[in-house]
């Protein structure tokens, strides 16, 4: 077997070169690439993996993009709401590193984007308002997501903490101007007869029941990312005509919401992987009742944009090189 040779160095890509490297457009045109390549065989999920304990978790997601050369994983821990994400790409021919990515902001707009591409397919072309339930920092990048694909008039803000809403209504309000910003007390009044929303919290038990939704609802659930967590009550899911997932793996293993769905007589062939809207390419179906979304933090996302971060990072010489590590001899005795 031919020696594989070590490169000299490989690219550090640091948050400030992310963010000026891709937007949250470029990074939906990417996941859709990834997604499509997905759908055809062409690109595999590596389904997550996570250790949890009373404070926090420990994550690993990636990919497989043998078809750009590249293969990669992100590891991260949540730590009484601390993290610090990095994305590590290596070569999938010789197993090098390619790059390291600092991917805080990498995951927020591949977050982002998969709601994005969701609402594009599964909720009404007309919708124009939408309610996001959370205020944390993921917030505003998935009313963002939303901006992208629907013509908003009016963003409804529900946060259980009211000094955390109020705060977001105001940052929501300087972001975003011309559109209408409510603050709103209860889930009951930010639900009511919205067309699109989206749950981003922290919470241990459902709080979004059917009774709550209008028919032609279409909800993004990116909360409860972990077993002990949930969001969406179990009468949401009997009205759905649509449940859409981010990778069935994963909802399998670690969606508290989807098991419990199952177990109460629903069935895992009712739950369609995301890559499948993206190769269909149909929209909401008529008169369907509700639609959800059900994300969990999916590798294959993270791996499309980490690759187009890359190509342009070459492209414009951008990220510091490193010396790739070399091999030393272990003491074994």
Partial sequence: MAEIKVPDTFLWINETDVCNLIDLSGTVDALEKGLMMEADGKAVNMTKTQTVWGYGSLNVTGAQFVGNGLVGAKVWSNANLGAAPIMVLHNSED????????????????????????????????????AIMGSGHQALPQVAAIMSVRKLKRVRVWSRTAANRDAFVADLKKEYPSVEIQGCDTVEAAAKNCPIITTFTRAKEPFLEASMLAKGTHINAGGAIIP????????????CDKIVCDNLAQVKSGSRELIEYVKNGGSWDNVTPICNLVKDQKPRPAGADLTIYKFMGMGLADMASAVEILKRAREKGVGTAYPHPKRSHPRLT
């Fill in 228 to 239: 002990s967590n949930a969001e969406i009550a179990q009468d949401v899911f009997k009205r």
């Fill in 95 to 130: 197993g090098q590193i390619a790059a390291i990515i600092e991917a805080f902001s990498l995951g927020q707009m591949r977050t982002a984007a998969l709601s994005s591409v969701a609402t594009k397919w599964c909720s009404d072309p007309k919708a124009d308002e939408m």
